[in-house]
C-alpha cells in the first residue's frame, strides 16, 4: 500500500471537513500531505504496472492488478499516518504496509514488513474470524515479527479490532495508524481498536497493496515523530537504487522470440515458461536493454521435473568431473529440469539453474571452456549447494563487475567471484529456453519454470 501526499494546502481542510464525521477527533497539528490528488507524485511503485495505481478525482485509484505495491519515497521511524479508504466491491482486499522493504519478500508481491488490513465486510469465508477479520487487523509478514494484543487470532499471530467500526463497501473510512517505537495503534473511524507491539523492522517503507480488486484511497496525511534510534537490525532494508525490470502484466521491455506463438507468458506478477516456444531461431527472453555493471536480483522456481536425465554428473570443488574406476565420468539419472540467467548478451555467460547435485549458480560455460585456466573452473563451480525444494521461490543476487561475477543464492555465497576473460562488456540480460520433445516425450531437460521480483542497480564502472 502507497501514500501519496497532497501539496494542495487550501484542500487540506476541505478534506477533513468532508471526513469529519468519521473521526472523534481533529486531526493531529503538523499532518502533511504525503497526495496531491493531482498525480503520484514523490510515490515509488514497486512491482506494479503503470495503471496499477493512478489518479482521478483526488483518489488514488488501486486497479488490484497485479499483486503488488507502491511506496513511501524514504523510510520513515515513528509517525501519524492518516487517510481515509473505500472498496469499490463486495469482499475486496487491501492494505497498508508498515515499516516494510525496498522490494518484495522471495516469491510473493508483498514486502516484508507490518499489514494493517483494509478489508470489506463482503470478504466472507468459513472460519474467517478466527484467523483475520475485515476493518482493522495488523499482523506481521513474511519475516517481520510483532507481538499481538489485546483480542488475538486463535492462532495467535493477529491482533484483531475489538470492535468492528467500518462500513462495507462502497462507504469510506477513516483510518489512524501510530507508530512509535515499534508499537502500532490503529483508530477505525475515529476509535482506537487494534494495537501491535515489538514489530521488527520499526523502520522502513510505509506502502499501498494492489491485492485482486480496486481500492481508493484519498486525504493520505502523514506526521513524521522523533527518532528513538531504531538499529540497523530493527530496520527494514532499502534495496537503494534497485528498479523492477517486469511489471507484472505484460512484456513490456522484453523482446519476446518471433514466433514464440504465447509460450512466454506475463501474467499475476510472474513470468511463466513451459519450454514449448514455436520460435523458428532464438528462443531466449531477453531484455530490451543493454548493461554493463550491475546487481541483478531474481526470484525463479522449478515448477516440475518430468524429465529423467541419464546423465546427471557429479561435479567436484575444482570444477572437473568426478570419474569412475575406468577414468569415465560419473553420472546418475536423476529426475531434472535447466534453464539459466543469461549474462551480457551471451549463452555462454549463464548462471544455471537446475536440479543437479553441484546446485544452481555455476557458470557451466566458464565452467566448461577448455580455454579456461583451473582457477577460473574452481570459481565458477558452486561452493554450496543452496538450492530450495523443487517448486519452491528461490533468489539469486547476482552481481557483475568489470567482468567480475559473484552469485548468492538463497542468502548463501555460491560464487564468490570468478574473474572472466574477454567477458562482454554490455549486453542485455536473458532468461534461457532449454528443453525438446519427441514423440510428445521430454528428450532434455525442460526449462519449466517462473520468475517474479526481477530488480536490478546499475553499477558506475
Given at each position: ?31 502533511t500531505?504525503?497526495?496531491n ?9 514497486v ?7 493512478t ?26 499516518l492518516?487517510?481515509?479508504w ?19 519478500a ?16 463482503g470478504f466472507n ?10 476493518n ?33 463497501s ?9 507508530g ?16 501491535a ?10 506502502a ?31 534495496y ?22 504465447g509460450h ?32 541483478l536480483i531474481?526470484d ?13 554428473r ?5 570444477g ?10 560419473l ?7 535447466d ?68 552469485v ?12 572472466i ?41
Amino acid at each position: 500500500m502507497n501514500p501519496r501526499f497532497i501539496p494542495s494546502i487550501l484542500a487540506v481542510p476541505l478534506l477533513f471537513v468532508a471526513i469529519a464525521p468519521l473521526r472523534a477527533q481533529s486531526p493531529t497539528e503538523g499532518l502533511t500531505p504525503m497526495f496531491n490528488g493531482k498525480d503520484l507524485s514523490g510515490w515509488v511503485p514497486v512491482n506494479v504496472a503503470p495503471n496499477t495505481f493512478t489518479v482521478r478525482d483526488n483518489m488514488i485509484i488501486i486497479s488490484g492488478i497485479p499483486t503488488g505495491y507502491m511506496r513511501s519515497p524514504k523510510m520513515i521511524e515513528n509517525f501519524v499516518l492518516e487517510c481515509d479508504w473505500r472498496h469499490m466491491k463486495s469482499g475486496g482486499n487491501s492494505g497498508i504496509f508498515v515499516w516494510g522493504d525496498g522490494i518484495p519478500a522471495m516469491g510473493t508481491g508483498y514486502t516484508r514488513g507490518i499489514e494493517v488490513q483494509v478489508l470489506d465486510h463482503g470478504f466472507n469465508v468459513p472460519g474467517k474470524d478466527e484467523w483475520y477479520t475485515t476493518n482493522g487487523d495488523i499482523f506481521s509478514i513474511w519475516g517481520a515479527s510483532m507481538t499481538p494484543t489485546g483480542r488475538v487470532s486463535k492462532k495467535g499471530s493477529r491482533s484483531f479490532p475489538t470492535e468492528d467500526r467500518s462500513l462495507g463497501s462502497p462507504e469510506w473510512n477513516h483510518y489512524r495508524i501510530t507508530g512509535n517505537q515499534g508499537e502500532l495503534r490503529l483508530e477505525v473511524n475515529g476509535k482506537e481498536v487494534t494495537v501491535a507491539k515489538d514489530c521488527i523492522p520499526r523502520k522502513g517503507f510505509i506502502a499501498l497493496e494492489s491485492e485482486g480488486s480496486e481500492c481508493h484511497f484519498r486525504n493520505v496525511v502523514l506526521k513524521e515523530l522523533p527518532s528513538t534510534g531504531a538499529t540497523p537490525e530493527q530496520s527494514a532494508n532499502p534495496y537503494e537504487g534497485f528498479v523492477s525490470l517486469f511489471n507484472g502484466v505484460d512484456f513490456d521491455g522484453w523482446r519476446v522470440p518471433e514466433g514464440d506463438n504465447g509460450h512466454w507468458k506475463a501474467k499475476d506478477g510472474v513470468i511463466d515458461y513451459d519450454a514449448g516456444s514455436e520460435a523458428l531461431g532464438e528462443k531466449h527472453l531477453w531484455t530490451e536493454k543493454e548493461y554493463s555493471n550491475y546487481t541483478l536480483i531474481v526470484d525463479w522456481r522449478i515448477k516440475e521435473t518430468p524429465f529423467q536425465n541419464p546423465n546427471v554428473r557429479q561435479i567436484l570443488p575444482d570444477g572437473t568431473n568426478a570419474l569412475d574406476q575406468e577414468g569415465k565420468p560419473l553420472a546418475i539419472v536423476q529426475a531434472d529440469a535447466d534453464s539459466g540467467i543469461l549474462l551480457n548478451g551471451s549463452e555462454k555467460y549463464q548462471v544455471n539453474i537446475w536440479n543437479w547435485p553441484v546446485g544452481s549458480g555455476e557458470m557451466y560455460g566458464v565452467r566448461r571452456d577448455k580455454n579456461s585456466t583451473p582457477e577460473v573452473r574452481a570459481a565458477a563451480t558452486p561452493k554450496q549447494k543452496a538450492d530450495n525444494a523443487i517448486g519452491k521461490w528461490n533468489r539469486f543476487q547476482i552481481t557483475v563487475y568489470k567482468g567480475n561475477v559473484s552469485v548468492n543464492l538463497n542468502g548463501k555465497e555460491v560464487l564468490s567471484g570468478v574473474q572472466i576473460p574477454d567477458f562482454p562488456a554490455k549486453g542485455r540480460l536473458g532468461f534461457q529456453h532449454h528443453g525438446a520433445k519427441k514423440d510428445g516425450q521430454w528428450v532434455s531437460a525442460p526449462a519449466l519454470l517462473q520468475y517474479r521480483n526481477i530488480f536490478i542497480k546499475e553499477l558506475n564502472p
